[in-house]
């Protein structure tokens, strides 16, 4: 949810140990400000001021700003996390255990269950990654600091009312640097708008109950103009020597593509039709080819980000029974799945750096360590996860047992 947690992302930035000086009496004049206009727009003074007076800024979130992996890291990177088999097999379980509440939503909503289990997937990996920092905390600092600061206003009062209405008690709001909470990651203002009790209790609590947090999902695709029965798009083949017009934006008739040579990936005609669609290719004419649908769109409003996209899209399509992409993408050196970046931390344990615990997630004590061990090997330094790094450290490493089976 814009801009949300992914887990991948937010557990990847650094966490400082202790917060950065800051100008108090700046950041005290700028809590006044919010007061008064808090107050203007119908909230508390007294609520304000118990839940965010005496927050201490967190400095950190501001680097967080113009980080946001979706947009700086290469694609196949991002999906090998994403779309692995582990995330498949989990998610599979998931349908299958809330298969009656997944049909309900169904049914209310008509966003078919594997959509809305991926996005519950990508989001906080089906309720094991929330996010820990608490959104008061990171809203109110990045209300009074960096950029965007109306936006971040808005989110913060939109928190307070969340704590006013009693669906969610301020200590479980806990979340990702720019208030991203909840099993499906909504900031504050969206749940505001569109979460739903879908379970009955009288609350629309997307941290506690599995079947509100799904069903707000649904709600949010149907709200951004899902399309009951409709696919989100397939992979094609593009006719070599294709100039012509590309992009989620370029949208045209189907049957225009069809016009224009382009086929199933297998090679099989497509049904021309008047349905607009667009042809995406993420990593450029030498990679994947897709024709996406309105739907793409829906799921791409969640985080206004084409690789987030594809990895909802192309999880959905996994939870669905079917296999991955037939094109590889354009690189002799694909990133790792979760199972092999835990793999790669038990190895730089090995070979004495102090990463932390190995979870998988390449954070800047996995990244420093990697780049040492580049230097060392005579590869680029630049701190990247990959297959060719883990294949030479597999090598280069004493034959001692690497469990990796996540256990």
Not at 234 to 251: D, I, L
Not at 327 to 346: A, F, I, K, V
Not at 377 to 398: C, I, Y
Request: aromatic share 8%.
């Amino acid at each position: 949810m814009l801009p949300n947690l992914l887990a991948i992302a937010m557990a990847a930035a650094p966490q400082a140990a202790t917060v950065p000086p800051y100008d108090a009496a700046a950041y005290d004049r700028c809590l006044d400000s919010l007061e008064t206009r808090a107050s203007r727009e119908g909230i508390d003074r007294a609520l304000f001021n118990r839940h965010v007076r005496d927050v201490v800024p967190d400095t950190t979130v501001l680097r967080l700003l113009d980080a946001q992996p979706e947009f700086r890291t290469p694609i196949w990177d991002y999906l090998a996390g994403l779309v692995d088999q582990e995330r498949v097999a989990d998610g599979k379980a998931m349908l299958e255990q809330h298969a009656a509440t997944l049909e309900r939503v169904r049914k209310a909503y008509g966003v078919d269950p594997a959509t809305v289990v991926a996005v519950w997937g990508v989001e906080s990996d089906f309720g094991d990654t929330f996010g820990k920092r608490p959104l008061l905390q990171s809203l109110s600092t990045l209300s009074c600091m960096g950029r965007r600061q109306d936006f971040f206003r808005d989110e913060l009062f939109a928190t307070l009312r969340i704590i006013r209405d009693g669906d969610v008690a301020p200590e479980r709001l806990v979340g990702s640097w720019a208030g991203a909470f909840g099993h499906t990651q909504f900031i504050p203002s969206t749940y505001r708008r569109l979460a739903v009790d879908f379970d009955g209790d009288g609350r629309r609590d997307l941290v506690g109950s599995i079947p509100d947090a799904l069903a707000s999902t649904a709600n949010y695709l149907k709200r951004a103009g899902w399309q009951t029965g409709n696919p989100w798009g397939y992979e094609v083949a593009v006719p070599r020597g294709y100039a012509g017009p590309s992009g989620r934006t370029h949208r045209r008739p189907l049957s225009h593509w069809v016009g224009q040579g382009i086929t199933r990936v297998d090679g099989s005609a497509i049904a021309p039709d008047a349905r607009r669609t667009a042809l995406v290719m993420p990593a450029g004419r030498d990679g994947p080819a897709f024709l996406v649908f309105r739907n793409f769109d829906a799921i791409y409003s969640y985080n206004a980000a084409e690789s987030y996209a594809f990895a909802i899209a192309l999880l959905s399509d996994r939870l669905r029974g079917q296999g991955g992409l037939v094109r590889d993408w354009p690189t002799d050196d694909p990133g790792l799945s979760r199972r092999e970046r835990r793999e790669l931390q038990r190895i730089l344990l090995q070979r004495g750096h102090d990463i932390g615990e190995v979870d998988g997630i390449i954070g800047a004590g996995s990244r420093a360590a990697i780049r040492v061990e580049q230097q060392r090997l005579g590869r680029t330094v630049d701190g990247r996860a990959s297959q060719g790094l883990l294949a030479a450290l597999r090598e280069a490493t004493p034959a001692t047992p690497v469990d990796t089976d996540g256990q």
